[in-house]
């Protein structure tokens, strides 16, 4: 019932005045089974056939997404990949970079303020929920 109603949507629009969508698949390679790939093909179809400007983001932790895909998925693809690796070793080493980033300089005035914002920075990443 939707999948129609969409595509008939995508196909009424204008590339002049549509504003574009973003569609962003969390875990694509759950979508690369053999049963669930019509969806994707589908969906890219539609950013290459659309009235409607249609972006298609996939994001996975796997390297060989790649070749997961059918051939006739593999073709509506734009060929861009882009591949974020994670350089830091444990979640502490992540965390220390990542609060050290959000500390206030020493510049920072008024002092007050900046010794505030880095002790509860401080209380935040020695919290128990972030573990």
């Avoid at 979640?91 to 609060?99: E, S």
Wanted: contains cysteine; neutral net charge.
């Amino acid at each position: 019932e939707t999948s129609p109603a969409l595509r008939e949507a995508l196909m009424q629009g204008s590339q002049d005045e549509s504003k574009c969508i973003v569609v962003i698949v969390e875990e694509i390679d759950l979508f690369a089974h053999h049963g669930h790939q019509t969806l994707l093909y589908t969906l890219l179809d539609h950013t290459h056939h659309s009235a409607v400007p249609l972006v298609v983001v996939g994001v996975t932790r796997r390297l060989d997404i790649y070749s997961l895909f059918e051939k006739r998925v593999l073709s509506r693809f734009s060929q861009r990949f882009i591949h974020i690796t994670n350089p830091w070793p444990t979640f502490a080493a992540y965390k220390t970079m990542f609060f050290g980033i959000l500390q206030a300089s020493p510049a920072f005035t008024p002092k007050s303020y900046r010794t505030q914002w880095n002790k509860r920075l401080e209380d935040i990443s020695e919290s128990a929920a972030l573990d």
